[in-house]
């Protein structure tokens, strides 16, 4: 059985960092691919962040991109979302998702497994 563990979120001052992990197990992913996502409160899920293990790709939200980093540890079969410079607008519940089939571009994986979600909550 495939199994995602997010943690790591927290509450942090805006312009602090955060470092999320997921770690999964039942699987490699070694084919596959990651994404990290946020829901924040009222509003519908968003992705954040992926990593395709095919071609080491990653990808990032414009709202995050130069501030936040997506990487891997293969020994641990861990990907990390690492959050700097934090906005109020970061402020959500973060889930890491697993994608059998990754083809392209993110928005065109399937996901099969997703984690319980870790809650960030950047104050202003």
């Known amino acids: 059985e495939v199994q995602l563990q997010a943690s790591g979120g927290g509450q942090v001052q805006a312009g602090g960092s955060l470092r999320l992990s997921c770690a999964v197990s039942g699987i490699s992913f070694d084919d596959n691919a990651i994404g990290w996502f946020r829901r924040a409160p009222g509003k519908e899920r968003e992705g954040v962040s992926w990593?395709?293990?095919?071609?080491?790709?990653?990808y990032y939200a414009d709202s995050v991109k130069g501030r936040f980093t997506i990487s891997t540890e293969n020994a641990k079969n861990t990907v990390y979302l690492q959050m700097n410079r934090l906005k109020p607008e970061d402020t959500g519940v973060y889930y890491c998702?697993?994608?059998?089939?990754?083809?392209?571009?993110?928005?065109?994986?399937?996901?099969?497994?997703w984690g319980q979600g870790t809650l960030v909550t950047v104050s202003s």
């Open positions: 990593f395709s293990a095919s071609d080491n790709s990653t």
């Open positions: 998702a697993l994608a059998a089939w990754a083809p392209g571009e993110p928005a065109d994986w399937i996901y099969d497994s």
